[in-house]
Structure formats: structure tokens, C-alpha cells
């Protein structure tokens, strides 16, 4: 049951991470983990953490004065979850009170399931992360890959595309697929990617990034076995990305090498096509 609303509202939250330099491309972050979730993805690396079994009620406040503390050391405030939109409210009056209270660029990771919460939070944001989890274009697999039914995939799907549109507002919009061995290949990101490839010309920053599936420890299920996504397979894959669409920018995380983006071949020009 989400915390009741007031003037100093509670959050669900899994916990946070006074500095984090992996969460937000090239910024020192203070990450802030946020429980539930309306997906049900497989390979999930929160598992409990989506379902609320980890989690306590911690009021803004509390959260605000713990960020005031941490903002010698950071770049921007970062939210992540779970899916953080589920919390609209209180999320955004905690975005407001940061905002005003230490001036820090604001960050949201999320499913994009929710493009009217999109539509309240994005101008308070500096920089939107939007898990794409499978190609938009193919339901039976976003099923699959979000542990969802079709059914529900095809409308969700939609929604997806919605809150790209929206975020694409955002002074930065970072896109993202995880390649999931025997789920999600590199085919299937370059799909992802391509179907999305008209939000380059926004005119803000958008970079999409390919992600390595790491089994953690709160994997559970049949991935928790599996290993991890090769590292030369993602950086290939992210590489395959920029040099066939128009992103201009093009990372792959992993956890040898971190995020790192895709540098120009020299048989390349600046825009990442063939001469």
C-alpha cells in the first residue's frame, strides 16, 4: 500500500546511494531507489525491490536534508526504481523541494509506462532514462522480456512510444535496451533503436545506450543461473547502432569497462557513417 499523501509525504523506498558514478552518463549521481513495479521482467535485478518486499516509508523531508548533505560530491539528484512514477505525487513534490532547496539537475530512470507522469515531471528534469526493454514494434517479445501478457503488451507498447515523445522535452533523454541472453539480442536493441531513431531529430541530447545483463544478486529465477551478457557482444552491439542509424551518440555499459561511448572508426566521418 503506497504511504498516504500530506504536506511532508512518505515514499516507499528501497534505499540510496549517497554517490553513485554509474547511473547517469558522465555525472556523479545521488541515487535514489524507489519499491514497486508494474512490470514483471524475468531478468529483473530488483526483484524484491519491485515488489515492495524491501522497503520502508521515508518522508521527503528526510530524504531532501540527506541530499543537502551529499551535494558537495554530486553533479545531479537521480531517481530510479522500480518504477518511481507509480509515486507520482510525493516523487514530485520530493523533485521540487531538491530543485529548490540545492538548485541540482534532476534524473528519472523509468519503464516509460507512464507518459502522463511524464507529462507532470519532465520540465523539472535534466535528464530522463527510458528502459526500452524489447522493440516497440514487436508485443510478443515485450511480453516476454517485461513478464507481462501480450495483450497487455500491445497497449503498453503504445504508452512507451508516448512517453519517449514526452521526454524527448527533456534536456537530455537517454534510451536504453539490455541485451538478455536468450531473450533480447542485439538484433532486437537494433530494432529498438531504429524504431525510435526519429526522436534524434528533437533537438535536444539523446543517446541510446546497450546495456550487459548482469545476473545480481536479486535476480531471481531461471537468470539468476545465467551468466552474464559477453562485454565484446554489447560494445559490438552498441557500435553496430551507431554505425547504421542517426544517433549521434551511442554508449554500452558494462561492468568491466563502465559506460563508455562509441568512437568514430577512422574509415568514419563525425556522424558515424560510412564516407
Not at 528501497?14 to 514497486?36: I, N, P, Q
Amino acid at each position: 500500500m503506497l504511504p498516504s499523501t500530506s504536506e511532508d509525504p512518505e515514499l516507499l523506498v528501497g534505499g540510496w546511494k549517497e554517490v553513485s558514478l554509474v547511473d547517469v552518463l558522465e555525472k556523479a549521481s545521488f541515487t535514489l531507489w524507489l519499491a514497486l513495479c508494474n512490470l514483471k521482467c524475468p531478468w529483473c535485478s530488483n526483484t524484491n525491490l519491485a515488489k515492495g518486499i524491501t522497503a520502508r516509508a521515508v518522508k521527503v523531508s528526510e530524504i531532501v536534508e540527506t541530499v543537502k548533505g551529499a551535494k558537495p560530491f554530486i553533479d545531479v539528484f537521480h531517481v530510479t526504481g522500480g518504477e518511481p512514477t507509480l509515486q507520482l505525487k510525493p516523487l514530485e513534490l520530493l523533485f521540487r523541494r531538491v530543485s529548490e532547496e540545492t538548485g541540482l539537475p534532476l534524473s528519472l530512470d523509468t519503464n516509460g509506462t507512464m507518459p502522463e507522469a511524464l507529462e507532470e515531471l519532465v520540465p523539472l528534469l535534466y535528464h530522463v532514462a527510458i528502459d526500452v526493454k524489447a522493440p516497440l514494434g514487436d508485443s510478443a517479445l515485450y511480453a516476454k522480456a517485461t513478464g507481462i501478457s501480450e495483450q497487455l503488451a500491445r497497449r503498453l507498447v503504445v504508452r512507451v512510444r508516448k512517453s519517449v515523445e514526452v521526454a524527448a522535452e527533456a534536456p537530455f533523454l537517454e534510451l536504453r535496451t539490455t541485451l538478455v541472453p536468450d531473450l533480447v539480442s542485439c538484433e532486437d536493441a537494433v530494432k529498438a533503436a531504429a524504431e525510435l531513431e526519429w526522436v534524434v531529430e528533437k533537438g535536444g541530447r539523446v543517446v541510446y545506450v546497450v546495456q550487459q545483463f548482469i545476473p545480481y544478486e536479486g535476480v531471481r529465477g531461471d537468470y539468476a543461473k545465467r551468466k552474464a551478457t559477453p562485454s565484446e557482444e554489447v560494445k559490438a552491439c552498441a557500435e553496430r547502432i551507431y554505425s547504421r542509424l542517426r544517433y549521434k551518440e551511442v554508449y554500452y555499459r558494462t561492468l568491466e569497462e563502465g559506460a563508455k561511448p562509441v568512437r568514430p572508426h577512422p574509415a568514419f566521418h563525425g556522424s558515424g557513417r560510412p564516407i
